[in-house]
């Protein structure tokens, strides 16, 4: 298991009804939390729909979750 902090924008903030959170995870890599996040919080959108980043640089799904790393998860959003 790893800590990781979480931060949640747009519809998955709404979803999750929280901005950020510090979780324990056995997940090893950027899409398997995300997996494991939609199973526990009905997110709906798909990992095509959203972009990962790690410590405020995007990566790519299967890039390697690190102990105290920040994790987003960045929605497609409307605006104009």
């Known amino acids: 298991m790893i800590t ?3 931060q949640y924008f747009a ?4 979803q999750r009804g929280l ?5 324990a995870t056995p997940a090893q890599t950027a899409a398997a939390l995300y997996e494991e996040l939609r ?3 009905g997110f709906t959108l798909p990992t095509d729909r959203v972009r990962a980043a790690i410590n405020e640089e995007f ?3 299967e890039t390697p979750l690190r ?3 920040t994790v987003v998860f960045i929605p497609p959003v409307a605006g104009g």
Do not use: S, Y
């Not at 901005?19 to 979780?23: D, G, I, N, W, Y």
């Open 4 to 6: 990781v902090n979480i």
């Open 11 to 14: 519809i998955l903030r709404e």
């Open 19 to 23: 901005a950020r959170e510090t979780l």
């Open 39 to 41: 199973a526990r919080h």
């Open 59 to 61: 990566v790519a799904w």
């Open 67 to 69: 102990e105290g790393q």
